[in-house]
């Protein structure tokens, strides 16, 4: 069985960052790219970013150019999406999503639980 | 960033209605466009890639047709699973960028 575990709920305050995990099981780790989707309540997904798991490259939205970093740690089967200078408006649920075989880099198949991140002051 | 404009934002049918929902790209994103099911408190799921392929394993009353600027999803028999809100979602270009949703309920 595929699953995509997220690590749990965060509140921070503006200025700070904030660090969340996704560990994949059931598949071949490397095989697959992994997009970091969020959505604040009651709103459309918005995309983050992708990163390649066998290589590391990696595609940051331009919104959130210089503020957030992905990586992944193979040996853990493990992908960490970081983002810095928090402020309000990233209040969200985070979620990581594993790219399609069909559309690595612009479809997702399976999702994370969500994790949810506050930011207040 | 690609605009797309999904109509219409909500809707309420019966079971085996038809139920349609386009999308409108603000550019020509080719058939670079997929189409995800949202149920509350769960990640998007992709329902259909590149237009008008079926993921693996999602029944075949989920359709999706067009090209270019305009889209259409098409559930051809509602059921009671089907509630929840649909998106269409595009990678022609960085960001990928999503319509505002269909919430689809039942009448």
């Known amino acids: 069985q595929v699953l995509l575990v997220q690590s749990g709920a965060e509140v921070k305050k503006p200025g700070a960052s904030v660090k969340i995990s996704c560990k994949a099981s059931?598949?071949?780790?490397?095989?697959?790219?992994i997009h970091w989707v969020r959505q604040a309540p009651g709103q459309r997904p918005e995309w983050m970013g992708w990163?390649?798991?066998?290589?590391?490259?990696?595609k940051y939205s331009q919104k959130f150019q210089g503020r957030l970093s992905l990586t992944r740690d193979t040996s853990a089967s493990t992908a960490y999406m970081e983002l810095s200078s928090l402020r309000s408006e990233d209040t969200a649920l985070y979620y990581c999503?594993?790219?399609?075989?069909?559309?690595?880099?612009?479809?997702?198949?399976?999702g994370g639980q969500g994790t949810m991140v506050t930011v207040s002051s | 960033d690609i605009q797309l404009t999904q109509s219409p934002s909500s809707l309420s049918a019966s079971i085996g209605d038809r139920v349609t929902i386009t999308c409108q790209a603000s550019?020509?994103?080719?058939?670079?466009l997929n189409w995800y099911q949202q149920k509350a408190g769960e990640a998007p799921k992709l329902l259909i890639y590149?237009?008008?392929n079926l993921e693996t394993g999602v029944p075949s009353r989920f359709s999706g047709s067009g090209s270019g600027t305009d889209f259409t999803f098409t559930i051809t028999s509602l059921r009671p699973e089907d509630i929840a809100t649909y998106y269409c979602?595009?990678?022609?270009?960085?960001?990928?960028?999503f319509g505002g949703g269909t919430k689809v309920d039942i009448k």
């Open positions: 590149d237009v008008s």
């Open positions: 990163i390649n798991l066998a290589y590391g490259n990696t």
């Open positions: 979602q595009q990678y022609e270009n960085l960001p990928l960028t």
């Open positions: 059931g598949y071949t780790f490397i095989s697959h790219a």
């Open positions: 999503a594993r790219g399609s075989l069909e559309v690595p880099a612009g479809a997702f198949d399976i």
């Open positions: 550019q020509d994103i080719s058939n670079y």
